[in-house]
């Protein structure tokens, strides 16, 4: 994908790859599509080190998607979203299908660095749907 909304931040610390945040910025927002850490790595504090630095960085508000928090996983992944000063917003957010023969998918809202009002949540949704999903 390409596109002057679309941006990779690749994390390297002496030469070895720490993992990377692929995000969509629109606005005053910043939608992290993907975040990954270097599976040799996990557990070691290194996602939470390097998306705590990117949210610093950031004049924006940060938003992501997780699963409903209905499984061990789940629930781990909120943990740490909500330990790095993210917000569960309540809105009833389905995620549009990547395909038009598929269904869109409930998904968990999550901002940084407070709750998004009405209108904020509305601008992500308009986003996630006419430049994520038709890709920039």
Known sequence: MRGPRYHCQIFY???LLLGFIFWWACGEQIYIEHLAINPALRGRNYG??????FCAREDKT??????????EIAIR???FYQGLGFCLN???HVHPPYHPDYQGHALRVLSYPGLLEEEAY???NQMLV???????
């Open 62 to 71: 940060v938003i992501l998607e997780i699963d409903p928090p209905e499984d």
């Open 48 to 53: 939470s080190r390097l998306l705590a630095e």
């Open 13 to 15: 610390q002496d030469g």
């Open 90 to 92: 309540d809105y009833a």
């Open 130 to 136: 006419e430049t994520v999903m038709d890709h920039g």
């Open 77 to 79: 992944r909120l943990r």
């Open 122 to 124: 509305q601008r992500f």
